[in-house]
């Protein structure tokens, strides 16, 4: 679960590095307040969820097993642990 959510936070960060990756290249000021308008922070929020989204519901579509099959949880066997297993 924390990779999912580190996956998702990773996701969300990627509008913002690009765009101090373009101040430092057009050696603008990284870090200077004028380089950070409010509307291009609102661009940057806006297409860093749209990004969000739709990570969230590749994850949804594109992992996990099959909706139609049958999940045997882990159990022991002759002494020895079978790990769960979608079926």
């Given at each position: 679960m924390i990779r999912t959510a580190l996956t998702e936070i990773g996701i969300f960060l990627i509008p913002f590095v690009v765009y101090a990756?373009?101040?430092?290249?057009?050696r603008s000021g990284l870090f200077v307040q004028?380089?950070?308008?409010?509307?291009?922070?609102?661009?940057?929020?806006?297409?860093?969820m749209?990004?969000?989204?739709?990570?969230?519901i590749g994850l949804a579509h594109f992992?996990?097993?099959p909706p139609d099959s049958t999940y045997v949880p882990a159990h022991i066997e002759n002494g020895r642990?079978?790990?769960g297993v979608e079926r």
């Open positions: 990756l373009f101040l430092a290249a057009t004028s380089s950070w308008p409010v509307t291009v922070v609102a661009r940057l929020l806006l297409s860093a749209v990004l969000v989204i739709a990570g969230l992992s996990g097993a642990l079978v790990p």
